[in-house]
């Protein structure tokens, strides 16, 4: 069987050809798929500065330089997986619970399918409605969350749903197994201890950047393999966990944060496990002059691409 390849640099300019995810062919369909790229273009759900329902695009734009192989991996993800990108969901830019609706209905067309959804943001709000998808097919999931931000907010401004939100409302919605459940890089100014404590108390295990800073982060990764076992696992990756020095372009910015490195580290480090869906959020273009916060993004939705199980189960 012929796998979709993206179009290479020497057939057509990286600066040309269409504007989909690695320049691979767009589908309107998950059927025959076994990962799926597809859009959230919504910035209705954050706090601060707006822009990340300009996310998808520039990230697919900035992913015209990548290439189909991993020379660190050593992973060639084209070959042993059919991959297309869907385009954007289309949420209701007026209204944030539509957008949860519809953004849920999406998700759940693409794991229906049988593929996995590799989600481009987009605020972190989406990932409530893709973890309802993906539950709703797997049942309770494990989570890594990779954030400056835990988003356990009980409420924003009087609101239930909101960037902030998103993982409060998955834990008592039973979409998660909360002994499965790490999220990493937290830090940052709060209000209390309970900004952090909350997850603890709910079996989450929390890993604040100053844990992570000075050192390699392959250590922590193959406790969260042992700690992941075999069943079903969620990756969310919020672009704010990256310090400011090499992510600027997003809305809540936060210093002392993860390397480019570390990110690596920690997507390379999730080979083996049972990933049935992922997101990259948070790339604000507005903020991102020169690009280099969404071809971040780029890379590292590729590096998820590269460590899921069906990739692994060929390599």
């Known amino acids: 069987m012929k796998f979709n390849q993206p179009l290479g640099g020497n057939e057509m300019p990286r600066f040309a050809g269409p504007v989909t995810m690695m320049r691979l062919p767009s589908a309107t369909s998950a059927e025959g798929l076994d990962a799926a790229f597809v859009g959230v273009p919504m910035d209705i759900g954050a706090s601060h500065r707006s822009g990340t329902r300009f996310g998808p695009r520039q990230i697919r734009a900035e992913s015209a330089m990548l290439r189909p192989y991993n020379m660190a991996t050593k992973v060639s993800p084209f070959d042993h997986m059919h991959v297309a990108d869907m385009g954007d969901i289309a949420i209701n830019t007026f209204n944030l619970e539509k957008s949860v609706g519809l953004i849920e209905a ?59 939100t998103p993982f409060r409302r998955a834990f008592e919605e039973g979409l998660l197994d909360s002994e499965r459940v790490i999220q990493i890089g937290l830090r940052g100014t709060g209000y209390a201890d309970d900004d952090f404590d909350w997850p603890r108390e709910q079996g989450f295990r929390v890993v604040t950047a100053e844990e992570c800073w000075h050192k390699s982060l392959t250590p922590l990764m193959a406790e969260v393999r042992a700690q992941m076992g075999s069943g079903p696992v969620y990756l969310t990756y919020d672009i704010d ?75």
Request: with cysteine; aromatic share 2%; glycine share 12%.
């Open 106 to 164: 999406g998700i759940s067309k693409i794991v229906n399918a049988g593929a996995v959804p590799m989600t481009l943001g987009g605020d972190h709000t989406l990932t409530l409605p893709a973890l309802r998808a993906v539950a709703k097919h797997h049942g309770p999931v494990g989570l890594v969350h990779v954030d400056a931000h835990a988003d356990i907010n009980d409420h924003m401004f009087g609101e239930a749903i909101a960037h902030g």
């Open 241 to 315: 966990s990256l310090d400011p020095a090499f992510a600027p372009g997003t809305g809540t910015l936060e210093i002392g944060g993860l390397t480019t490195i570390q990110a690596l580290e920690i997507i390379r480090g999730l080979r083996g496990v049972n990933l049935v869906g992922a997101d990259l959020v948070e790339v604000s273009p507005p903020y991102d002059m020169a690009g280099a916060t969404a071809l971040i993004g780029a890379n590292l939705l590729y590096e998820m691409l590269c460590v899921l199980p069906k990739v692994v189960a060929a390599t």
